[in-house]
């Protein structure tokens, strides 16, 4: 792998604090991958190659996706993220059906009735902001009923949820502080969650009831990882699905002649909802720790060294998609990463899925012309592709469904 002083003037491995790039990352992959397929980074390398970021995603076993892979001040395993095979299997045989699309479909109305219910609540204004009022209130309420926790306590949540994933704090050592303080929040609730619903199960039948009485491999759940599994139920639910929206509406109010596709011809939009989410990638980057010393495309890494996968630049990778700076509404196949891969693949993409269909379908059936209102200049925050706010304008409209 070359070193940082052999580098191109071009691509900058520590520009990811750049709120340029962070607007137009496509540019900044396309000039990564000029320079290699694993490049350096800020904390270890970065593999910015389709080709190989599938390999490190294939193999769990040279490539770990446990604790020391990312450090989210939690004191349990994130299940089943942060398991690896062959115990990670088992995990998955429980879960998989809670998020299989056969259920997901079934939740259709629900979603679209609160989809409408959120554009009635702003559509006669002509305009809305469009995180605040419709990105992050639709997927949090989605994913709190599946799941069974209160809507009441949805700032709650949504406070905890940034304090984890998104630590305020002047330097490294403080952002720490405030990211375990966070974490230990979440995992204080849920202990105390788990502990009601063992007092009073003839008051509760939802996925903790569940939890409560499900096995892996012939074993109860013990309570550390009942803990982990709705950690990460926490944080990727009231999240990724917000930054996809984002991302997405975003994407199409400032494209207007895609935008129109959808309006004039929504059978594309589940094509349309893939290419968006290969284009814009909006969890650019999964952590992996090499679990020996190895070597990926000629680039030797250790052992103990973080390794980041960056899935934006893989989906937008020229070598093995030709035209992978055209976005394509009706590409068909699209075979993008933005969901990871192998065995760690997101196990809410069929919910995810669901929700950006349903989202985009309703959205432009009852508001097709809509633009970023004027003088905004768009922020996307790092990390999790996420805008600070996105205000939208559009035609009043009368608010019915």
């Not at 998020?99 to 305009?127: C, H, Q, T, W, Y």
């Not at 639910?237 to 975003?250: R, Y």
């Not at 290969?278 to 020996?292: C, D, G, N």
Request: negative net charge; charged residues 25%; proline residues 7%.
């Amino acid at each position: 792998m070359q070193q940082k002083a052999d580098l191109t003037q071009a691509y900058d491995p520590d520009g990811w604090g750049d709120p340029a790039i962070a607007a137009d990352p496509q540019s900044y992959y396309r000039k990564a991958r000029a320079v290699g397929p694993v490049v350096p980074g800020t904390w270890g390398p970065q593999v910015v190659r389709r080709s190989t970021a599938e390999f490190v995603l294939q193999h769990p076993d040279l490539f770990s996706s446990g604790m020391e892979a990312v450090d989210l001040g939690q004191s349990v395993p994130l299940i089943p993220l942060q398991v690896d095979p062959p115990v990670h299997r088992n995990y998955r045989r429980l879960l998989d059906p809670i998020f299989a699309p056969r259920r997901m479909n079934v939740l259709e109305p629900d979603i679209s009735k609160m989809v409408n219910e959120r554009i009635d609540s702003f559509a006669e204004r002509g305009e809305c902001e469009f995180g605040a009022e419709f990105a992050i209130p639709l997927p949090s309420s989605v994913f709190l009923r599946l799941v069974g926790l209160p809507l009441s306590q949805l700032d709650m949540f949504l406070e905890m949820k940034d304090g984890v994933l998104r630590p305020s704090g002047a330097d490294l050592e403080e952002i720490k502080v405030t990211q375990k303080a966070a974490a230990e929040r979440v995992e204080a609730y849920f202990r105390d969650a788990l502990e009601e619903h063992r007092r009073r199960p003839e008051a509760y039948d939802d996925l903790l009831s569940m939890f409560l009485t499900a096995e892996v491999d012939g074993q109860r759940l013990t309570e550390d990882e009942m803990v982990g599994i709705c950690f990460l139920f926490l944080i990727a639910g009231l999240d990724t699905v917000t930054d996809s929206l984002e991302c997405m509406f975003a994407y199409l109010a400032q494209h207007p002649d895609q935008r129109r596709r959808i309006v004039e011809d929504p059978s594309i939009i589940p094509s349309a909802v893939e290419e968006l989410l290969r284009w814009e990638t909006p969890v650019t980057t999964v952590p992996r720790i090499a679990t020996q010393d190895t070597e990926v495309d000629g680039c030797p890494i250790r052992k103990g060294e973080n390794v980041a996968v960056i899935l934006g630049s893989a989906n937008t990778d020229e070598e093995e998609l030709a035209d992978a700076y055209t976005v394509d509404l009706t590409r068909n196949p699209n075979k993008h990463f933005a969901f990871g891969g192998g065995v760690h693949r997101c196990l809410g993409s069929h919910l995810a899925r669901t929700e950006l269909r349903i989202a985009l379908r309703e959205w432009h059936r009852r508001i097709p012309d809509y633009s970023i209102k004027e003088g905004t200049t768009l922020r996307y925050m790092f990390g999790l592709r996420q805008l600070d706010e996105l205000p939208l304008v559009f035609p009043p409209a009368a608010a019915t469904g």
